[in-house]
């Protein structure tokens, strides 16, 4: 019997504002001789090395965001609005995080137009079915992409703690299939991304709605069912409600290019963390060393 492949899939945007956020707080920027910070930077690579020591993947995929803007956007001019611009020690950092996880070998994907999300759930779309899949990120939205044979690891404190979710643990404290999350999401809103859903409804009556009802549809078509006040407050909301499911679903069919056998995880080769290093990542180095015995 075969074994199956591990994919191990980086929300790399999580990582870099994580890494980012937690350092800057103390005002350790690790900045490069010429000035320029590194600290989201090395905080990622260094989080992912961890993350490959702890899970062992065989293969190993990194998404990103491209750009502020996406179909989202497009839809509702609110969406993630109130989020504050990234700091300008942050600005260099994320073609910074790119080009070193290219540099050590790993695959970075993104796709212009979608999110980090989309590219994650497509991902697991395609090979939920070839691998073992485990996603790390600190975005509960991607609850909504857990499978039989795909699980969620969310940050918990620093690089090796995390909240392991799978297809079983959801189905017991929700009550109802993951994919059934974003139908939540659209009756709750998120005040993150900036969409209000339906005012008056917090996520324990959404959550409750679509555990007795199973989807928006049919929460709709039984309104005469509901309390008065929630009735009027669904009935005032319905444009919102539709649209706020459209922007809490995750894309699935965004079209990944790469083989999967492109994805293997790299041997870290002496060179490459040399060259690292003598680039100002001394960080990264010294992580890269003591993990896999590298002189």
Known sequence: M?????????????????????????????????????????????????????????????????????????????????????????????????????????????VVGMEADDVIGSMITKWQDEADITVISGDKDLLQLLTPTTQIAFTKKGYTEYDLYTHTRFKEEYGIEPIQFAQVKAFMGDTSDGYPGVKGIGPKQALTLIQMYGSIENVIASLEDLKPGQRTKIKDNLDMLKLSHELATIQTNVPIEADFAHLAVPNYEHQTINAIEERGFTLIAKQARSLYALS
């Open 2 to 110: 075969t074994t199956k492949p591990k994919l191990l899939i980086v929300d790399g945007m999580a990582l870099l504002f994580r890494s980012f956020f937690a350092s800057a707080a103390m005002g350790h920027f690790i900045r490069l001789k010429d000035g320029t910070p590194t600290n989201g930077a090395q905080g990622f690579v260094r989080h992912v090395l961890t993350a490959q020591s702890i899970m062992q993947p065989t293969h190993l995929a990194v998404c990103w965001d491209m750009g502020a803007q996406t179909f989202r956007n497009e839809l509702y001019d609110g969406y993630k609005a109130n989020r504050p611009a990234p700091p300008e020690e942050m600005l260099p950092q994320f073609d910074m995080a790119k080009n070193l996880a290219q540099h050590i070998g790993w695959q970075n994907f993104g």
